[in-house]
């Protein structure tokens, strides 16, 4: 059963810095993209930042020059570093993996971290 599970998260004051992990564990065939998303109490999920198998890399407008998103392949792993994080970074912060769990399936299936709270404030 494939499973994503995330590390990392916390409290920081505005201007600090932290990091999320996510690893995939499971049976699986490969992993197309990655990615992490975050969400706010009454509001839709959104994009921070997504990476393909081939390093290209994705990311919302209101982290780009703050955030990089980068991933270890042979790890199946994927990790978000957060730099001069704002209130406005609250969230919590989920891991994504677009994964073709069998090399004959003709798709792939969703998966979804647990999530992680990340809180900036003074």
């Known amino acids: 059963q494939v499973q994503l599970v995330e590390s990392g998260g916390g409290w920081v004051q505005p201007g600090g810095s932290l990091s999320l992990s996510c690893a995939a564990s499971?049976?699986?065939?490969?992993?197309?993209?990655m990615g992490w998303y975050r969400q706010v109490p009454g509001k839709q999920r959104e994009l921070v930042a997504s990476?393909?198998?081939?390093?290209?890399?994705n990311y919302a407008d209101s982290v780009k020059g703050r955030f990089t998103i980068s991933r270890d392949n042979a790890k199946r792993s994927v990790s978000l570093h957060m730099n001069s994080l704002k209130p406005e970074d609250t969230a919590v912060y989920y891991c994504?993996?677009?994964?073709?769990?069998?090399?004959?399936?003709?798709?792939?299936?969703?998966?979804w971290g647990q999530g992680t709270q990340v809180t900036v404030s003074s």
């Open positions: 994504n993996a677009d994964i073709l769990l069998r090399s004959y399936f003709s798709s792939t299936d969703q998966y």
């Open positions: 499971g049976r699986m065939s490969s992993i197309n993209a």
């Open positions: 990476i393909t198998s081939g390093g290209r890399t």
